[in-house]
């Protein structure tokens, strides 16, 4: 009788779950419409999740944001490799504009200039991101570095990312930055000028989008985590490995909505 029963719920529980339209676009990804799941494919699966890791570290320098605070930029932060606003050594600028060049353009070594900052280096400042990542929940979550470069011991899921998206977002500094579709930002002092252009092709383009962030690494692949609201609706996608992100980031979000507009 017990397995009956057992059976019978799993039955139940399979005719409840929505199926999985996108069963191709990523190694890992998942859908929420207002807060709840809509679909998921591995969002448990831990994979790398390269830039996308600096939604962690936006998170760590909000807890003592100063907009008009001074980061002198190290050696270390100019020796980033990858995506770079190109500072030298000794600069200095207010940690409003390296956030805005770390959430916009992603660039690394305003990233690690922001860890830096936060935690006196990176090292440190690993430990209070993986102290986060716990106290959010994000229990299959592990970084090494503040910026997202490839590691062996480097790695998050999209659940998890969810979970540090929807916390990201409460923040209205951080959705007024990331729909910047470009910006300029300059070092303290300095006559030069550094252009800032915004990753996610989304902005500007989607009709709704409001961010967040976008990531690669050859390890990680393209990914993606995207956040729209249309008529009170609010759709987040969390992708890990997609190779055509924004085609099916779109084909994705437009689904979401119109599946939000059916009746109950």
């Known amino acids: 009788m017990r397995g009956l029963i057992i059976g019978l719920l ?4 399979m005719a409840l779950a929505q199926p999985d339209p996108f069963p191709g676009v990523a190694a890992a990804y998942l859908v929420q419409v207002n ?38 930029i190290s050696h270390l932060a100019t020796q980033e490799s990858g995506t770079r606003l190109g500072m030298k050594n000794g600069e200095r600028f207010y940690v409003e504009d390296l956030l805005g060049a770390a959430l916009v353009n992603s660039d690394n070594d305003a990233c690690h200039a922001l860890a830096d900052y936060v935690a006196g280096d990176q090292e440190h400042f690993v430990q209070l991101m993986n102290r986060r990542a716990q106290q959010l929940g994000m229990l299959n979550t592990h970084f090494t570095n503040a910026c997202g470069h490839d590691g062996d011991k480097h790695y998050s899921t999209a659940h998890d990312l969810g979970v540090l998206a929807n ?45 967040l962030k976008t990531g690669y690494t ?17 759709v987040l996608l969390v992708m890990l490995n997609a190779p055509n992100r924004w085609w099916d980031a779109v ?11 059916k009746p109950s």
Do not use: H
Request: glycine share 8%.
């Open 10 to 13: 799993l039955v139940c529980n």
């Open 35 to 72: 807060g709840e799941l809509l679909w998921e494919k591995q969002a448990n699966r831990r994979l790398p999740p390269a830039s996308l890791t600096k939604l962690m570290t936006v998170l760590l320098v909000l807890d003592s944001y100063k907009p008009r605070a001074v980061v002198e």
């Open 218 to 234: 050859p390890k990680a692949g393209k990914c993606l985590i995207a956040y729209a609201e249309r008529k009170g609706v609010r």
């Open 251 to 261: 084909d994705i979000l437009d689904l979401a909505f119109a599946q939000a507009r």
């Open 167 to 211: 916390e990201i977002i409460k923040s209205k500094l951080v959705t007024e930055m990331v729909i910047r579709e470009s910006a300029q930002i300059s070092a303290i002092g300095g006559t030069g000028r550094y252009q800032v252009e915004n990753k996610n092709a989304l902005i500007g383009r989607y009709q709704g989008a409001l961010g």
